[in-house]
Every structure is written in structure tokens, then in C-alpha cells.
């Protein structure tokens, strides 16, 4: 059975850091593309940053640019969300998410942690 456990997640004051982890099980993280997305009510999910399998190249939303780091450790199985500078406007429940091509789309999500921008 595969799970995706998502952690770290807080109330931070705007221009505070945090640093979220993804944790996974029953699979095996270098062979899927690994992302961070997040959610606000009454919007739909947005994808923050994605790792690709092959070459570990990364591509991140216009708004977290230069601002959030991804990175994963496949020999644990994780990946991280480094967020510096953090803004209101990234309040959000964010989510992690395994993704693989073959015949078809396999697609994996954690159930999301809070992250709150705050002063």
C-alpha cells in the first residue's frame, strides 16, 4: 500500500521560514516525479514545485520562484520543501504528489498539511 505523509507544516509569521517533508512508502521515489502542490478554499490545486526522476531537474509556479527549494533523498524516500520569504498569500494546505507515465498516469497524494502566513 502506498502513503505519501506529509509534515512540517505551521503557522509562520510572513518573511519566516518553513520546511516541509514528504515521506513515502510502498513505493519507490526515484522512479516517479515528485511535487508539492497546495490548495486554498474555493480554489483549485496548484502545482508549487515538481523533481523529475530522470536528471533531478526542477521547475517551480511564478510565485515561489527563487523563494521555495525542492529537493528529495531517495535513499529515505523523501522529499522537502524548503520556503523562504513566506508571504500570506502562501497560507495554504499543501500536498504531496508521486507521479509516474507509463501505459497510463499513476498518480499518488499525501493527505496535506497547513501552512499558515500569519502576523
Known amino acids: 500500500q502506498v502513503q505519501l505523509v506529509e509534515s512540517g507544516g505551521g503557522t509562520v509569521q510572513p518573511g519566516g521560514s518553513l520546511r516541509l517533508s514528504c515521506t513515502a512508502s510502498?513505493?519507490?521515489?526515484?522512479?516517479?516525479?515528485m511535487s508539492w502542490y497546495r490548495q486554498v478554499p474555493g480554489k483549485e490545486r496548484e502545482l508549487v514545485a515538481r523533481?523529475?526522476?530522470?536528471?533531478?531537474?526542477?521547475n517551480y509556479a511564478d510565485s515561489v520562484k527563487g523563494r521555495f527549494t525542492i529537493s528529495r533523498d531517495n535513499a529515505k524516500s523523501t522529499i522537502y520543501l524548503q520556503m523562504n520569504s513566506l508571504k500570506p498569500e502562501d497560507t495554504a494546505v499543501y500536498y504531496c504528489?508521486?507521479?509516474?507515465?507509463?501505459?497510463?498516469?499513476?498518480?499518488?497524494w499525501g493527505k496535506g498539511t497547513l501552512v499558515t502566513v500569519s502576523s
Open positions: 523533481n523529475t526522476k530522470s536528471g533531478g531537474r526542477e
Open positions: 510502498g513505493l519507490t521515489t526515484s522512479n516517479y516525479d
Open positions: 504528489n508521486a507521479h509516474a507515465r507509463y501505459a497510463y498516469d499513476i498518480d499518488y
